[in-house]
């Protein structure tokens, strides 16, 4: 495992990835929603960034604007440095160089995300043939090695099938065969496991981390699971509404969470050791319209500590611990405390 | 696979003789006759006729004959063409009409197509307005005043042009003769296969395994070609299966502007003239033909969907 890193969010020399004031709108037919306001994150070699938050807190969209797969009428502002490249003002084709290439996205749904009518090999091969030019024998073989190394048993055959003959568990490690055929410097994965049973996200998990630890590849692990944050990363980033509002070190977040969003997910989380017949627990009220936000914070109509100055939007700051928090108050922890 | 197919041609005989034996007793059903017309014929001639073509037989008599002749493949002599047995006319303009079809399905596929994609590329942009304006234009016109304004224009104002055309006329299928009959024919499949591919690519250009297939940093090329062009495509079959078997088949109204001797005219005189046979005979080839068309558009299922399967 790396050292602890710097939680601060500053860019630095092995810095992979630097989001900077990241805004993505959505014109709509109801009008427009802006699924992420004003984000920055930053993401170095060789770490494993965590982003959660539930369906809507505009996680996903922050990584598919970072590498130009928006829908139509998705527009993103900002900032977006990949090495050299602003990846929101690039073209099309230093876009298609990077992506898939250096910069690799693994899917969700990985039902529908392979192309149905192609093989299966067919479907990486291309990769290679596309980003080193490869010929289709060389591409086989290399994309072969890598159904191996992601424990596809007998690959050869299993890159003759289309996606239908596959399993859901065989068909999302060819999703991160795919991401990772290229040795990118960045990987985004999200939410790689969902759907999955247990035992194959242990072995997807254990993927990404040797990935993480011996191709130094930057991870950006998108999920709602906190167990696998839990399990994988060394930063994380908590998202509401389309910002964020907590970022710290993995231990810092779990064991002493700044930000009462945190601390709802948190508590949320059924414990092994909870009371048999214990209601699961809940954070009251519904996630917010996007196209609604209060002009304050977005979390206040549904947070236990609400005071007025919440009724201003909370600048992202340093909080203890050394993290950051989207949060006004600071005396959190000695009121949780005291009424546990 | 094999017995697949031989079991689909198997279905298509109980299909086809269905359709026989309705259209034949819905065809006598119809009230008046072959012989009916404003001049009346005497009535010795007219028993003379009908002793002639077995119509005082009892109708199950000439059904069942009917049937027993076309399994020795005889259509029976055609009632207003004298001379002639519904085989020889369907001989002498089936080919006609079917080069005519043939050749506006082609034109209808090579334009439709690749314009229902650069419109579905563009959406929502003057390129896809356009595509949908005129392919909506396309629908809503229909042949018969189509097929006039053609004629108006490239044979009448641009008569001393070189773009002038003949008005009509077949001309033994000189190639000129051929040009606005062909479009004439063509433009409301190429209306309708432009409005039907611009829909389903806008819908697989929106799947997921298209962003998968953006995200490796494949060219926008590849990714249509290769990831989306194939699904997109499916509905295009479909449609392609039944409109082929009735646009070969030939148009009675374009047949009839451009006098051209094919055999869609047949459908509609046959009927009116209440000529049993001839209307039999075209009926029986354009049901095959939809029952052929049919077969091959779930064969072509197959080539573009490989969870299809023929067991």
Known sequence: MPSTRKTADVAGSDTVLDIQGLTVRFETADGEVQAVSDLSLTVAKGECLGIVGESGSGKSQTFMATLGLLADNGRATGKVMFGDADLLTANEATLNSIRGNRAAMVFQDHMTSLTPHMKVGRQLTEVLQRHRGLDAKAALDAVIAMLRRVQIPEPERRAEMYPHELSGGLRQRVMIAMGLLCHPELLIADEPTTALDVTV???????????????????????????????????????????????????????????????GLLAC?????????????????????????????????????????????????????????????????SITKAAS | MWSYLARRILIGIPTLWAIITVCFFLMRLTPGGPFDSAAPIPQEILANLRARYHLDDPLWQQYLSYLWNLLHWDFGPSFKYKDFTVTELIAQGFPVSFQNGLAALLLAIAVGVPMGIAAALAQNTPRDYAVSGLAMTGIVIPNFVMGQLLILIFGVWLKDSIFHLPAGGWNNGAFVNRILPTVTLALPFIAYLARITRGSMIEVMRANYVRTARAKGLPFRAVVIRHALKSALTPVVTFLGPATAFILTGSMVVETIFQIPGIGRYFVQGALNRDYTLVMGVTILSAALMIFMNLMVDLIYGLLDPKVRYD
């Open chain 1, 201 to 263: 996200q242990a072995l997807i998990l254990d993927l990404i981390r040797d990935v993480k630890d011996s191709d130094n590849t930057a991870v950006i692990l998108i999920t709602h699971d906190l167990g696998v944050v839990a399990g994988l990363a060394d930063r994380v980033a908590v998202m509401y509404a389309g910002r964020v509002v907590e970022l710290g070190d993995v231990n810092q977040i779990f064991s002493e969470p700044q930000h009462p969003y945190t601390q």
């Open chain 1, 269 to 333: 989380s059924p414990r092994l050791d909870d009371a048999l017949g214990g209601k699961l627990k809940t954070i009251p009220g519904q996630p917010p319209n996007l196209q609604r936000l209060p002009p304050g914070c977005a979390f206040a109509p549904r947070c236990p500590y609400v005071i007025a100055a919440c009724a201003e939007r909370p600048p992202l700051r340093p909080a203890a611990g050394g993290g950051l928090k989207a949060c006004v108050r600071d005396d959190l922890a």
